[in-house]
């Protein structure tokens, strides 16, 4: 068979060229490459799973206790036995589980939407707004966030998780505003602005078209890192009674048995295992978080 020099460098520059990879793409391919960053993944999944199928992998009721089987240990039905109300602590687990991933991932997308709004219009526009802005944020940032949401609970009378979610995310905003509003200010004289200002562009387009997707990368990232404060944040306050509160189960409020010296030393599957459950989501998050900053890293060296 004849074959022609022509072809043939033809179909070797086919083979060569590629076609050209979008940045979401090229953060795609970095992030499967890190390995913690997919264990964490995989880990999330699972929690979520678990969570979302709780009513599949326990019968009993997790507000509902049984006096009859007060402080039980594991067995007789019971996977991790009881707490001193009779709840069931499996149950406890699992549907505590599913509370204090919702807080953390409602209070992250409520702290989210109010810090670019906010970050964003800071950053665009500048002057006087940009000042009372700032001064508002540095305002919330002068007091103590546990001081400030603790008084702002201790004023209510019943603390559901809506309201918990907003209290978190009120005085948790300045720091994202903050970070989106440099990220603003990077671009903000930039030629390609410039240009959609000349060609007449609304304000609202240019933020949306131009600022966002210039900024989606760091947004993505702390938001994911967020979310792992939150549950950590809801867990801390729900351990000293001024979270969710009780018969409603978290992982928090399940800690505060530990606070029982009883529980503490011979109780180990009483506290432990909520423990564990903290413990493994967040570091989950945290892995996926650094594995969203090495991936939208324009200088990453991970290809």
Sequence with gaps: M???PNDTVQDQHAAVKEKPKSPFQLALRRFLKNKLAVTGVIVLLL???AAVFAPLLTQYDPERGDLLAVDSP???GHLLGTDSSGRDNWARLLYGGRVSLIVGFSAMLFTLSIGVVTGAISGYYGGKVDSFIMRMADLFLALPFLVLALTIIALLDNVTIGVFVTIIAITTWPTLTRLIRGAFLSIREEEFITGAKALGASDLRIICKHFLPNAVGPIIVNA?????????VESGMSFIGMGIPQPTPTWGNMLSEAQNLRVLRDQPEVWLPPGLGILVTVLAINFIGDGLRDAFDPKSNRR
């Design 2 to 4: 004849q074959t022609y």
């Design 74 to 76: 594991p067995g007789n």
């Design 47 to 49: 929690v979520i799973l």
């Design 224 to 232: 994911t890192l967020m979310m792992a404060t939150m549950i950590i």
